[in-house]
C-alpha cells in the first residue's frame, strides 16, 4: 500500500513568495521601541486583532495560560513609571564606570508616552496541577506566554505599531499595583503605540551598547561546541549571514510594504540606474530621457552648499538640454516626483543619495542653505511617500543613485549610517522597478530588465 506521503512534493504547504517575503520582512522590521511613539489612542478592534495574534500562540498542552492586562490610566502609568525609575537607578549601579555613564544615557522604556501599557500575565494554575508538557519541564507555562508576546510584538509591528518590552521592574511592585494573586506571575510589561519613526536597526545597536551577532555563530550541528560554533557551519549558512551587521534575511526578497498596498504594484515605468561618483550614471540616465523624447523634468536634489558644489551644479544645468525643467527638491522629492510624474512625459531623479544625506545631515542639525526643511515629517515618512508615488502610474522615471557600499568602513557613525541607509533604499526602489541598470566606468550593466 502507497503512503499518501508519496505524493506530496516538499514545500507543498508553503505560504506563496510575496507571502513568504512580507513574513521576513515584517520579522527583520520588529524593532524594541521606547522613544517613537505617537500619542494617538490605539483603536479597540486594532488592540483586539494584535491581542487575537498573541492568544493564537503555542501553548503548552493548549493550556494557554496567558492573561492581558490592558492600562491606559496615566495615574498608573505613573506608577509604573516610578517603580521603573528606582529600579533603573539599581540596574545603573551593577555596570562599570564607563558602562554606567552609556547606561545612563539610554531610554529603556516609553511607559508614560506610549497611549497603551499592557501588562503579560502567566496563570500558573491554568488548567489545573498536571498539565500535558508541563510534568517535567515547569517553566513551560512562562515559555508559552512568551510565545504570545512574540506574536503580539508581530502582529503590532505589522498594524505600524511600536512594541517596548520593560523589564526593569520589580515584580513585588508591579504585583502590588495591579492587585495580582500568588499564582498570577507578571510575564511582560510592554508599551504600545503608533509609530512615529521606524528604526531599521536595535537602538542598542545603534547606540553602542552591543553589535548583533552574525546566525552562524549561534548554530551548533550534533553537539554542543562552546567554541566558534561557525567554524562547523555548513557554506550555506555562514553565505547567509557573512557580515556582522547584516540587518536583514538575506535569503530572502524584501519587498516595499507600499507595495502590497499599491494600486500598481509593478510599475513597468521606473528605471533604476545605480553607479559610483562619475560612473556616467547620469549621463546614461540623461541619455535615456533624451531618446524617450517628449517634455523633460529632472529634479534635482543636491543643494550649493559651497562655491564648489554651485559650479558643479551650474555646470550640470548647462549640460541639459534647455527645453528640460529642472525642479529643485532637496527635501520633499516624494511630492515633486508624483507632481512630475503627473506633468511630464518622463522625468529624471538626480541624485537619491544627495537627498538621503540631506535628510541625514538634517539630523545633526545641519539644513541647506537655500531649502526649508519640511515640518513635521520624518524621513522614514517621506521614503514611504516616494515609494508610493513611485509605485502609482505616472511619466517613466529615471532615478540615479550611488552605490556608496564598495569601499572600506568609514571610521564613524553618520557616515556608516549613511552607507547603511543608502544601501537599504537602492534595495527598496530596485524591489519596485522593474529595470536596474548598474554604470560603471561609464558601461551599463543590465542587473534587472
Ligand atoms: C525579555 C526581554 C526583555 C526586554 N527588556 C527591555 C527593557 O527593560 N528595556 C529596554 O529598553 N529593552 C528591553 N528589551 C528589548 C531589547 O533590548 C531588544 O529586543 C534588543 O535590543 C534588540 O532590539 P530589537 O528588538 O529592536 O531588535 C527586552 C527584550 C526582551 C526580549
Keep these: 500500500m502507497m503512503n499518501n506521503w508519496h505524493r506530496v512534493r516538499p514545500g507543498a504547504f508553503a505560504f506563496s513568495e510575496p507571502e513568504r517575503a512580507a513574513f521576513y520582512r515584517l520579522v527583520a522590521a520588529r524593532r524594541d521601541v521606547r522613544q517613537h511613539f505617537l500619542p494617538d489612542p490605539i483603536p479597540e478592534e486594532v488592540l483586539c486583532r494584535i491581542l487575537e495574534a498573541a492568544h493564537r500562540a503555542p501553548s503548552v498542552g493548549l493550556s494557554q495560560p496567558w492573561d492581558f492586562l490592558i492600562i491606559r490610566d496615566p495615574a498608573t502609568k505613573e506608577q509604573v513609571w516610578q517603580s521603573f525609575a528606582r529600579a533603573n537607578e539599581e540596574a545603573a549601579q551593577r555596570f562599570t564606570e564607563k558602562r554606567q555613564t552609556l547606561y545612563r544615557t539610554l531610554k529603556l522604556e516609553g511607559i508614560r508616552e506610549a497611549p497603551v501599557n499592557l501588562l503579560v500575565l502567566c496563570d500558573r494554575q491554568r488548567r489545573g496541577p498536571v498539565v500535558l508538557g508541563r510534568t517535567h519541564q515547569r517553566q513551560m507555562d512562562l515559555a508559552s506566554c512568551v510565545c504570545a508576546v512574540q506574536n503580539l510584538w508581530l502582529a503590532a509591528r505589522a498594524e505600524g505599531i511600536g512594541v517596548g518590552w520593560v523589564s526593569i521592574l520589580r515584580r513585588q511592585e508591579l504585583r502590588a ?41 549561534h548554530v551548533h550541528w550534533e553537539r554542543y561546541t562552546s567554541a566558534q560554533p561557525a567554524s562547523c557551519a555548513s557554506a550555506a549558512f555562514q553565505a547567509c549571514d557573512p557580515a556582522p551587521h547584516r540587518r536583514h534575511f538575506p535569503c530572502a526578497p524584501l519587498p516595499s510594504p507600499t507595495l502590497r498596498s499599491s494600486k500598481n504594484p509593478h510599475p513597468t515605468s521606473i528605471h533604476l540606474i ?66 512630475a510624474r503627473a506633468a511630464f512625459d518622463v522625468v529624471v531623479v538626480d541624485c537619491l543619495t544627495l537627498w538621503l544625506s540631506n535628510w541625514l545631515l538634517l539630523e545633526t542639525g545641519w539644513h541647506a542653505p537655500q531649502a526649508e526643511p519640511p515640518k513635521g515629517r520624518t524621513f522614514a515618512e517621506e521614503r514611504a511617500a516616494l515609494l508610493a508615488a513611485l509605485a502609482s502610474d505616472g511619466a517613466p522615471t529615471l532615478l540615479v543613485a550611488n552605490e556608496v ?33 548598474l554604470v560603471a566606468a561609464g558601461i551599463p550593466l543590465a542587473l534587472k530588465r
Design 177 to 217: 499595583i495591579f492587585s495580582l494573586p500568588r499564582h498570577v506571575v507578571p510575564v511582560a510589561y510592554l508599551c504600545l503605540g503608533w509609530l512615529s519613526d521606524a528604526l531599521s536597526e536595535p537602538e542598542l545597536e545603534r547606540l553602542g551598547w552591543e553589535q548583533r551577532s552574525p546566525l552562524s555563530a
Design 274 to 339: 545605480l553607479g559610483g561618483a562619475k560612473s556616467g550614471k547620469s549621463r546614461y540616465a540623461e541619455t535615456l530621457a533624451l531618446k524617450q523624447g517628449g517634455r523633460v523634468a529632472v529634479i534635482v536634489t543636491a543643494v550649493a552648499a559651497d562655491e564648489e558644489m554651485a559650479e558643479r551644479i551650474a555646470r550640470h544645468r548647462a549640460d541639459r538640454p534647455a527645453d528640460w525643467t529642472t525642479i529643485e527638491a532637496p527635501y520633499a522629492l516624494a511630492q515633486a516626483v508624483a507632481n
Design 405 to 437: 557600499g564598495l569601499g572600506i568602513v568609514p571610521g564613524e557613525a553618520l557616515s556608516r549610517r549613511f552607507r547603511d541607509e543608502a544601501g537599504r533604499l537602492n534595495q527598496e526602489i530596485a524591489a519596485i522597478a522593474p529595470k536596474v541598470t
